[in-house]
């Protein structure tokens, strides 16, 4: 029987990365993502065996859409819109073009069942503040958009003194809030009730490679 010839290695290979990548993340590989996990020696290279599995039907991809390489065989992605960074340190101020947009920046691909039908949005995390949590500079997280939340929960945090934002855990003391960084090394946040207005609640991390 005729071995698979080494084109056909790779892009089985590129399949099973994109497959496999998907199923851990919840969402769709870069083409530098495919480069470094399958050992190719270019962009150009996985760009035309890309180019190869579209046209055979294997892949759908999006152009106008940030992570959209899909295989063909699997269920709906939804986009999902990132509007910017949130500091995960000291609080940063939100309504400028580099911190916090009332239109999305860019989108990211996330598995449609991912989200639960919830109303969500992704931020760009800036900062160490977090890192006890496993969630580091440069991750992006997905936040249902709430007002609300429980004691210990993870929240983007609009301080209105200060006209600024914040992510950290909250925690409900009497006659104050803590907001507290998952840092054994930082100092919590004190403010008062009415000085915090809750913007989102983490549900989802998506690691920075």
């Not at 996330?110 to 109303?119: V, Y």
């Not at 936040?143 to 600024?164: C, I, P, Y």
């Not at 006659?175 to 930082?186: E, G, V």
Request: glycine share 6%; hydrophobic share 40%.
């Amino acid at each position: 029987m005729r071995k698979p010839s080494t084109t056909n290695r790779t892009r089985q290979s590129i399949l099973r990365f994109i497959h496999d990548f998907i199923a851990e993340k919840g969402y769709s590989p870069t083409v530098r993502d495919i480069l470094r996990g399958c050992n190719i020696s270019s962009t150009a290279v996985v760009q035309h065996h890309l180019n190869v599995l579209e046209r055979e039907g294997y892949i759908h991809r999006d152009p106008e859409v940030f992570r959209s390489i899909q295989l063909t065989n699997r269920k709906k992605t939804i986009s999902v819109p990132l509007l910017g960074t949130i500091a995960a340190g000291e609080p940063i101020p939100v309504p400028t073009a580099e911190t916090w947009q009332s239109e999305a920046s860019e989108t990211i691909e996330i598995a449609e069942g991912f989200t639960a039908g919830k109303n969500v949005y992704a931020l760009k995390v800036k900062g160490l503040s977090l890192v006890d949590a496993l969630i580091d500079d440069g991750d992006i997280v997905i936040l249902e958009s709430v007002n609300t939340a429980n004691d210990g929960d993870m929240v983007a945090v609009w301080l209105k003194d200060r006209q600024e934002v914040t992510l950290k855990r909250i925690f409900y003391e009497e006659k104050r809030i803590r907001l507290q960084p998952a840092n054994s090394q930082m100092h919590p946040l004190y403010t008062t009730p009415d000085n915090v207005e809750i913007q989102g609640k983490v549900i989802a991390v998506i690691r920075k490679l």
